[in-house]
């Protein structure tokens, strides 16, 4: 029966997880560094973080029980954040591919179905050029004698034309 009994000067002593005294822990803010500290009987315990002026994490630690850091989870942030950040890149990436497939299947099919609707149109390589402005309103009469009004499309006068002595004006252009 002895060997049943536990003697009276052993007794064996629990030790409580250290996860008991992160939570227990208690939150202390320096303002000094933006920072959230945990403390259990005036030691670190647990996560402490902080963010820099912008509101980005710039500072996460995991503290072991005695105190001492043990992870430096701001790698795994990083790593988290850049793993987002790529997987929303790959699918604005996809969709961009696949708005594109379609314009170039619209532009493939589109000749097709108006095959006989473009032959008035010729087709000189100037695309890219805008189409002229011409203001409505304005008569276009340059054969005309209309001689009192100069036209802004008139040609310009030759040296010939001067009435002035033969001397040329020095705002009209150089001849070649």
């Not at 403390?39 to 105190?67: F, I, P, T």
């Not at 203001?135 to 009469?141: I, V």
Request: glycine fraction near 8%.
């Amino acid at each position: 029966m002895s060997s049943c009994q536990h003697p009276q000067n052993s007794q064996l002593k629990v030790k409580s997880p250290s996860i008991y005294k992160a939570w227990d822990a208690r939150y202390h803010y320096d303002s000094a560094n933006r920072m959230m500290i945990p403390k259990y009987d005036n030691y670190q315990v647990g996560l402490a973080w902080g963010r820099d002026e912008q509101g980005r994490m710039n500072y996460a630690q995991y503290y072991n029980g005695q105190g001492k850091p043990q992870d430096d989870l701001l790698v795994l942030h990083k790593d988290k954040l850049d793993q987002e950040r790529g997987q929303r890149w790959d699918e604005l990436n996809r969709a961009r591919i696949e708005t594109l497939t379609e314009r170039l299947l619209n532009m493939q099919t589109e000749p097709e179905e108006n095959e006989g609707a473009d032959d008035a149109v010729e087709d000189d390589g100037m695309d890219f050029l805008p189409t002229p402005f011409i203001p409505a309103g304005l008569d276009m009469d340059i054969g005309s004698d209309s001689s009192e009004v100069d036209s802004p499309f008139s040609p310009i006068p030759d040296s010939s034309d001067m009435g002035d002595g033969g001397e040329p004006s020095p705002f009209l252009p150089l001849t070649p």
